[in-house]
């Protein structure tokens, strides 16, 4: 189901209305319920997956708590963090094996063999994983104690607001959230509104007005350059943080109706003055769990800086190929974890230039090209798509050429974009500093029901055009 549907504006007034209607003691059970009918609106078969993940994490925590020793527990851990990752390999990633060995095969002369298989990636699978895999653990840690109410841990899972495209949530967040007597908050419902109200303009107005052209290119790189290609990349940047942004921002606000506070995954990431604070304020969520649960395990820095390079390119080696089962994925994040070795090294003096004001800008917009240039492997079909894109960048430059219109980009459509992206920055740039959303609360109610009123109207404009799916729901 898509928030982005007409389906969801029925589905979360009526989950709304039961929760706070039954008692105390029944709503995680209303939360459960609605959860598993959101998973199972796209396909009933693979619910099994997410009951799996769950019951193996749960059974693993009870295990792990019940007083076993040392060596018990580790095999418990290794045995369940296994489980659910196998899980997640075979759906996600055999192909992406299978094409490899059948390369590798074919060229060591074993001729033609098919390997392949008619895999359909379940939705959200990513992350409901590495949930239940953090919950295992934070509970061999001790960072938790095990859960021992399977239905309230089966709607810590499940949370259909963060379920198919995160925040990937952290069990000491949202856990005790999801056990704790609820009791209805209505400046934080409200919120939580016009929160949703925000995401929705930025994947309505924003990102699916830029997906067409940014498919345009694409779908067929080879038959662009220039001007063209520039133009997709940019707009491809801006729409996968508006897209994947605005899914969160919704996430976060539909799950306030409820009383819970999921935490924020974007922080005004094209603010950033290196590449490292750009992983610390872009899929927050992602970024920290990777850092808690891979970089810190295997040493983070503190056994020198050659295995600090080498923790961190694993890390984002294992990043890229989380987003996706092909090695243009891989080379993505290779990329990002090669930029921060290399700004590490160069700390001094880029401390130095970040204290003035043009060397602060330089950096930002230093910052922001790596991760658009990055992208271009991220979004092209293949490895050699995306270098294809690389030598075309700037084809005919010196020519009238260079500037055509060839995605059919007219200037009606170019002003919306222009205004739509202005206003994005310059929300994210006072929402630094202070919550422009409350900000607007504080207004008198001319201008702030004004505002309300304009960003509703603009929505359902851009809504008449369709149901774009989520980016994010891929991975």
Known sequence: MLFNSFEFAIFLPIVFAL??????????????????????????KYVVLILACTLISFLSGRLMDGGVNARHRKAVLGFSVMLCLLILG???????????????????????IDLMRDILLPVGISFYTFQSVGYIADVYKGRVKAEKNLLDYAAFVSYFPQLVAGPIERTENLLPQIKAAKHFDYDSASYGMKLMVWGFYKKLVIADVMAPYVNTVYNNVRAHAGFDLILAIVFHTIQIYCDFSGYSDIARGCSRLFGIGLMKNFDSPFYSKSVSEFWR???????????????????????????????????????????????????????????????????????????????????????????????????????????????????????????????????????????????????????????????????????????????????????????????????
Request: net charge positive; hydrophobic share 50%; with cysteine.
């Open 19 to 44: 929760f706070w209607l039954v008692p105390d003691k029944y709503r995680n059970l209303v939360i459960l319920a609605a959860s598993y009918y959101f998973y199972i609106s796209w396909n009933v």
């Open 90 to 112: 075979y759906f996600k990633y055999y192909n992406l094996l299978a094409e490899t060995l059948m390369y590798i095969l074919k060229h060591a002369g074993a001729g033609e």
């Open 281 to 475: 304020r872009w899929h927050i969520s992602l970024t920290s769990w990777f850092r808690d649960y891979v970089y810190i395990p295997l040493g983070g820095n503190r056994k020198g800086a050659l295995r600090k390079d080498l923790n961190l390119l694993v890390v984002f080696f294992l990043s890229g190929l989380w987003h996706g089962s092909s090695w243009h994925f891989v080379l993505w994040g290779t990329v990002h974890g090669i930029a921060q070795i290399i700004e590490a090294y160069l700390k001094k003096p880029l401390d130095v230039l970040r204290k003035t004001k043009p060397g602060s800008l330089f950096c930002m917009l230093y910052a922001d090209l790596v991760f658009t240039v990055a992208l271009v492997f991220f979004r092209a079909p293949s490895v050699s798509d995306a270098l294809y894109a690389f030598r075309h960048f700037f084809d005919g430059i010196g020519s009238k050429s260079f500037w055509l219109n060839r995605m059919q980009l007219w200037p009606a459509q170019a002003a919306v974009i222009f205004v739509s992206v202005v206003l994005l920055f310059v929300f994210d740039a006072v929402n630094m500093k202070k919550d422009v959303i409350e900000l607007i609360g504080k207004k008198k109610p001319v201008v702030r029901y004004g505002i309300y009123i304009m960003m509703l109207l603009v929505i359902m404009l851009f809504k008449a055009s369709g149901n774009a799916e989520f980016v994010y729901f891929q991975f």
